[in-house]
């Protein structure tokens, strides 16, 4: 079935207002001050907070 009367552009575009993408929100280590996801380990330092940081390894080749 077809619809009966066509939806205008402005109200198509009100109905997918909430489809865009949003920005990933990034924070700085306190620790080395490289950016990383909140309340998760920095992948540069592996720190998490002042009384945990995980060990990383240095040697990557």
């Given at each position: 079935m077809l619809p009966?009367?066509?939806h205008s552009k402005?109200?198509?575009r009100k109905r997918r207002s909430h489809h865009a993408l949003k920005?990933?929100?990034y924070?700085?280590?306190?620790?080395c001050g490289?950016?990383?996801l909140p309340?998760?380990?920095c992948d540069?330092?592996?720190?998490?907070?002042?009384?945990l940081?995980?060990?990383m390894d240095t040697d990557q080749a």
């Open positions: 009966v009367q066509k402005s109200r198509k920005p990933i929100h924070v700085r280590c306190p620790q490289s950016s990383k309340h998760c380990a540069n330092c592996g720190y998490v907070n002042p009384k940081a995980l060990q």
